[in-house]
């Protein structure tokens, strides 16, 4: 089974001359940084969050803000002026969750719209208003980034262009780089190649793949993993997470640590 997600949620903003970087009063600017919340309380009291689940604040800009709870992704263009966050709309994917989840995104959406302030005191950030209090920290700090090399990466999505492309209930496709070697899988076939890196892209040279007939979303899967497993590749880790992209256009893998 295959899922495609067309037109998810992209806050891009650009903007001539040079950028106004929002600080609070020790000087101190969330933007470029993301964070995880470590304390949620309301009245003094903690605030339980949805099982599983954790607030991640990710300050792309000056002007952009995406969250996520543990269900959409959401965002909003932002103003931090004054140490305070002024956000007056939002958008983002609309993935049916469990009323939990669901009503944790509600939350933080009619938080963040609340116009809370906003304090940075060196990697903490603690977000206010009224009764409600969020603490959050560095995501580098919280879930230091996994390492490229040895750990096995499985795949959890392909992208086309604007489209995103999930498989479910097959076996999964898998990545592992070591030393100037990769080995996988396509879920439905083994292959082992060459590969450089840099701090920021890979270098993948030809595979040597093993011959096994692949049929349906399997043979899709299989196709797509080995197009998109070649030649130059700019890569990120995002903790658990790593990002494959082509240099040419918008496709590649997406990719989550263990089997």
């Not at 002026?81 to 049916?96: A, F, K, L, Q, S």
Request: with cysteine; hydrophobic share 35%; aromatic share 6%.
């Amino acid at each position: 089974m295959r899922m495609r997600l067309l037109g998810l949620l992209v806050v891009s903003l650009t903007a001539c001359g040079s950028e106004v970087v929002a600080v609070d009063d020790a000087g101190g600017s969330p933007v470029g940084t993301s964070y995880l919340s470590v304390k949620v309380t309301e009245d003094g009291k903690v605030k339980p969050l949805a099982p599983n689940t954790r607030i991640r604040l990710d300050f792309r800009n000056d002007s952009a803000l995406s969250f996520h709870t543990g269900c959409n992704q959401l965002g909003g263009e932002i103003s931090l002026d004054g140490g305070t966050i002024v956000m007056d709309g939002y958008g983002g994917t609309e993935m049916g969750c469990d009323p939990a989840r669901q009503a944790q995104d509600e939350w933080l959406a009619r938080f963040l719209m609340d116009r809370p302030t906003w304090k940075l005191e060196a990697d903490v950030l603690t977000i206010t208003r009224g009764g409600t209090t969020l603490v959050l920290q560095d995501r580098k700090v919280v879930e230091p980034d996994l390492p490229l090399q040895g750990t096995t990466w499985t795949v959890d999505g392909m992208m086309t262009k604007e489209v995103f492309e999930h498989f479910y209930d097959l076996p999964p496709a898998t990545i592992t780089i070591k030393g100037g070697r990769v080995i996988g899988s396509t879920g439905c076939n083994q292959f082992h190649g060459s590969v450089t890196h840099t701090a920021t892209t890979l270098t993948v040279g030809d595979l040597s793949v093993t011959d096994k007939a692949c049929t349906g979303d399997a043979a899709r899967l299989h196709d797509g993993v080995l197009a998109r497993l070649k030649g130059k590749l700019a890569y990120s880790i995002d903790y658990d997470r790593l990002e494959l992209r082509s240099s040419g256009d918008a496709t590649g893998l997406d990719l989550k640590a263990g089997k």
